[in-house]
């Protein structure tokens, strides 16, 4: 496209890049970047009771950080499942209705309501030196204690039987308003400098064997997936805000 205002001349090429002729002078450009609602995508995750998904390296935790996601819960049984678990913290969706934080297998945090029919936004952020976790579950919040917590190592689990959609991982620590952006999907500058990795599952839909991370440097990171399928029947209507 090209523009001529007052004199200047000024062309952008398909890939965005600008190029601006005019006589010698003082000029003043202004560059119109507004605000888009993005989809992430229409794909996700679906797993059933034998199904799992892992990274193929382990991932280096910090003392402090946020993983976030979307799940929607698609199991009667009234067994607890893992729905997400790093060292020895679990996400545990509790009789097919609440999530809870588990360190060590005992309960830190329970949410007081039960899940919905359709998709439920979820974070679990820790701090180590604070010794605290928090579980967000839509726009509620439940703050644990532990001293206990520990980022490395394996332990037993029973599989989430359901949908799982945009899992990320963000560095640092954050407050209450700032997982409500992440929620509602606002507009976070800088936030995509914050994201280590990315899970939007935008591989083909049929059995899924490797999803990889968005970040670019974070590849190596990919999940391994196992009875898992990438589906896109009831897709995750969420937008997030982008320039």
């Given at each position: 496209?090209?523009?001529?205002?007052?004199?200047?001349?000024?062309?952008?090429?398909?890939?965005?890049?600008y190029?601006?002729?005019?006589?010698?002078?003082t000029?003043?450009?202004e560059?119109?970047?507004?605000?888009?609602?993005?989809?992430?995508g229409?794909?996700?995750?679906?797993?059933?009771s034998?199904s799992?998904?892992?990274?193929?390296?382990?991932?280096?935790?910090?003392?402090?950080?946020l993983?976030?996601?979307?799940?929607?819960?698609t199991?009667?049984?009234?067994?607890?499942?893992?729905?997400?678990?790093?060292?020895n913290?679990?996400?545990?969706?509790?009789?097919?209705?609440?999530?809870?934080?588990?360190?060590?297998g005992?309960?830190?945090?329970?949410?007081s309501?039960?899940?919905?029919?359709?998709?439920?936004f979820?974070?679990?952020?820790?701090?180590?030196?604070?010794?605290?976790c928090?579980?967000y579950?839509?726009s509620?919040?439940?703050v644990?204690?532990?001293?206990?917590l520990?980022?490395n190592g394996n332990?037993?689990?029973?599989?989430?039987?359901?949908?799982l959609?945009?899992?990320?991982?963000?560095?640092?620590?954050?407050d209450?308003s700032?997982?409500?952006s992440?929620?509602?999907?606002?507009?976070?500058?800088d936030?995509?400098q914050?994201?280590?990795?990315?899970?939007h599952?935008?591989?083909s839909?049929?059995?899924?064997?490797?999803c990889?991370?968005?970040m670019?440097?974070?590849?190596?990171?990919?999940?391994?997936?196992?009875?898992?399928?990438?589906?896109?029947?009831?897709?995750?209507?969420?937008?997030?805000?982008?320039k």
């Amino acid at each position: 496209n090209s523009n001529e205002i007052n004199g200047p001349k000024s062309t952008t090429d398909p890939s965005g890049v600008y190029a601006v002729t005019a006589p010698l002078g003082t000029h003043t450009l202004e560059v119109h970047n507004p605000l888009k609602q993005q989809n992430l995508g229409h794909n996700y995750l679906h797993l059933d009771s034998s199904s799992y998904a892992k990274t193929e390296l382990v991932i280096q935790s910090d003392s402090a950080g946020l993983w976030s996601g979307w799940i929607k819960a698609t199991s009667t049984s009234s067994v607890p499942q893992t729905v997400f678990k790093i060292g020895n913290l679990q996400l545990i969706l509790q009789s097919n209705q609440r999530l809870s934080l588990q360190v060590n297998g005992t309960n830190v945090a329970t949410a007081s309501s039960a899940l919905g029919q359709d998709w439920t936004f979820f974070a679990v952020a820790y701090d180590i030196d604070s010794f605290h976790c928090t579980l967000y579950v839509d726009s509620s919040f439940y703050v644990g204690t532990t001293s206990n917590l520990q980022l490395n190592g394996n332990g037993s689990y029973m599989s989430f039987q359901g949908d799982l959609d945009l899992l990320e991982y963000r560095e640092g620590i954050f407050d209450a308003s700032y997982v409500k952006s992440i929620l509602k999907g606002s507009f976070i500058p800088d936030d995509h400098q914050r994201i280590r990795y990315a899970y939007h599952f935008e591989e083909s839909p049929g059995p899924a064997l490797r999803c990889l991370s968005s970040m670019g440097d974070a590849r190596q990171y990919a999940l391994q997936c196992f009875g898992a399928v990438i589906d896109n029947i009831a897709p995750n209507p969420f937008t997030r805000q982008n320039k």
